[in-house]
């Protein structure tokens, strides 16, 4: 059973360049959200999607912006690298249960280092 | 504003040598209280989902409790491959869709 499955594992960018990341989430599972953690931090909370359409989103500008296609596949995309877009990039998958918070599934991250 | 904060920082701990990790949270309407585990340069392992006070949920030498305002991750005789960073998370009303997180412990298990 394949679990959530993130391209590239790894990247080296130029700031001011544009990346973009993807994410197929475990199979059976609807929703995709997007991490972003530094080194000896939790996770911060990007945006998550869900039939297609952005749920929600963090404390992220408008630089970072994502896609979720009809086969629950996602894209992250960051436009005008900063130094401080170096990170972990993380997908989370899960399946939505309605109002209760289901469990989440992630990938082994994307490491984008902005030189 | 929901918040996540994780003690201690770090625990070094003799292979055997029991000991709890802590998780405090303000969250409105707590949707679910989570346990992971991270191991350098991998993404987080799911251990645990919390969903109510006074629940418990346990796996191999892993046990997680939840209270009100806390959570914690109990290790019984640990071995060296339980060395990890553990990060909680909690989902409330007011964030459904996201997970608020903590810093993590970094669990070292000396052997």
């Known amino acids: 059973d394949a679990g959530v499955t993130q391209s590239p594992t790894h990247l080296i960018k130029t700031r001011g360049q544009q990346v973009t990341l993807r994410c197929s989430p475990k199979?059976?599972?609807?929703?995709v959200s997007w991490y972003q953690q530094a080194l000896g931090q939790g996770p911060q909370f990007i945006f998550q999607?869900?039939?297609?359409?952005?749920?929600q989103r963090g404390n992220f500008p408008d630089r970072f912006s994502g896609h979720q296609f009809p086969n629950y596949s996602s894209e992250l995309n960051v436009n005008a690298l900063l130094l401080g877009d170096s990170a972990l990039y993380l997908c989370?998958?899960?399946?939505?249960?309605?109002?209760?918070?289901?469990?989440?599934?992630f990938g082994s991250g994307t490491r984008l280092t902005v030189v | 504003e929901d918040q996540v904060t994780q003690s201690p920082e770090a625990l070094r701990l003799q292979e055997g040598e029991s000991s709890s990790l802590n998780c405090s949270y303000t969250?409105?309407?707590?949707?679910?209280l989570f346990w992971y585990r991270q191991d350098p340069g991998k993404g987080p392992e799911f251990l645990f989902t919390?969903?109510?006070?006074?629940e418990e949920k346990e796996k191999e030498r892993l046990k997680a409790t939840l209270t009100k305002k806390e959570s914690f991750l109990h290790i019984t005789a640990p071995k060296p491959e339980d060395s990890a960073t553990y990060l909680c998370?909690?989902?409330?009303?007011?964030?459904?869709?996201?997970?608020?997180w903590g810093a993590g412990t970094k669990l070292i298990i000396k052997p």
């Open positions: 989370a998958s899960s399946r939505w249960r309605g109002q209760r918070a289901g469990g989440y599934t």
């Open positions: 199979s059976g599972h609807d929703t």
């Open positions: 999607y869900y039939e297609e359409e952005e749920r």
């Open positions: 969250v409105s309407g707590l949707r679910g």
């Open positions: 919390l969903y109510s006070a006074g």
């Open positions: 998370a909690a989902a409330g009303v007011d964030s459904n869709y996201q997970l608020i």
